[in-house]
């Protein structure tokens, strides 16, 4: 039997109207990191949107890499779990190994329209059924023989999660596809 393997993408968006207090955290310390680093930008120009400076002052699209920092603490805190996907008795389980941080919108002078998402990038799972809108995976390990248990979830489809990248391996091990999506 073949095994598919995925890893999937959550894309958490947080803005103004983010509820938890861990968004709220990264709205705060992301905008004013965004601040600070869009004056480099913006100085001498009129330019106070993110949209208007990507689009006129040159390198301005390094503001997402610049402003990465002032959330990795946050990150960090979350143990390699990705927030908010919990499985069907309602714990979180998926663990995330990279991150990539990105500003949607922003405004110098206006902190209403500041939006973010942080897209995270689960480990690989043993991708097992679908069942209706549920999947049932399992963490992936290479050197597992199939002839023992392995312990698995079952998680209903939330909004933003993706599957970012499929393989598919014969039971001997060979790679017969792959595949990559963005998130």
Request: charged share 20%; aromatic share 10%; net charge neutral.
């Amino acid at each position: 039997m073949d095994t598919r393997v995925i890893t999937l993408c959550y894309r958490k968006i947080i803005d103004i109207n983010s509820a938890k207090q861990w968004d709220k955290v990264v709205f705060e310390a992301s905008y004013m990191e965004f601040k600070m680093q869009a004056q480099n930008y913006s100085h001498g120009t009129a330019f106070t949107s993110y949209a208007d400076l990507l689009k006129h002052v040159p390198n301005a699209k390094r503001l997402a890499g610049m402003v990465t920092p002032a959330i990795t603490g946050y990150l960090q805190q979350l143990n390699g779990i990705v927030p908010d996907v919990l499985n069907n008795v309602g714990k979180r389980f998926l663990k995330f190994n990279k991150f990539q941080f990105e500003i949607i919108n922003s405004d110098i002078n206006d902190k209403a329209r500041h939006q973010v998402a942080v897209n995270f990038y689960t480990e690989a799972l043993a991708w097992h059924d679908t069942i209706a809108d549920f999947l049932l995976v399992a963490d992936y390990r290479s050197e597992a023989t199939g002839d023992e248990e392995m312990l698995s979830n079952l998680f209903k489809l939330p909004p933003y999660v993706n599957i970012h990248s499929l393989q598919k391996l014969q039971q001997h091990g060979k790679d017969l596809t792959r595949a990559d999506s963005p998130c």
